[in-house]
């Protein structure tokens, strides 16, 4: 089984979520996060002041996968989130050694 964790840009999230319910990825978790990579933030004016903004808001898409469908999963994510510009994301692949359903006790591919 494989983690993966995407963050993308908040705007593509819902290409993204259509994309991978198109090839059968139900389960995942959303969460908003902030952070920047090589863009380094921006500048914004408010009220005339001139602010740096070096945490830029970002969506981290997590799931568990088996490892069979890894390929899929990853090329799905890419080609839905890509936009060519710089602050388009990354994909992070992890091992996972246990998955365990807790309201049946479902282990392994079984509890995904």
């Keep these: 089984m494989k983690k993966i964790e ?3 840009q908040p705007f593509k999230l819902e ?3 259509e994309a991978l319910k198109v090839i059968g990825v139900d389960g995942m978790t959303i969460a908003e996060v902030r952070g920047h990579g090589r863009q380094k933030g ?3 004016v408010y009220r005339g002041q ?3 903004v070096d945490l830029l808001p970002k969506v981290k898409i997590e799931m568990v996968i088996p490892a069979a469908r890894l390929d899929e999963v990853t090329a799905t994510i890419v ?3 890509r936009t060519g510009k710089i602050g388009d994301g990354k994909i992070f692949v992890y ?3 246990e998955a ?3 309201r049946n ?3 392994s591919d079984t509890a995904l």
Excluded: C, G, P, T
Aim: proline fraction near 0%.
């Design 6 to 8: 995407a963050i993308i």
């Design 95 to 97: 091992d996972v050694v």
């Design 100 to 102: 365990i359903r807790i």
């Design 79 to 81: 080609k839905a989130a």
């Design 105 to 107: 006790d479902d282990r």
């Design 42 to 44: 921006h500048k914004e």
């Design 50 to 52: 001139e602010y740096q």
């Design 15 to 17: 290409e993204v979520k």
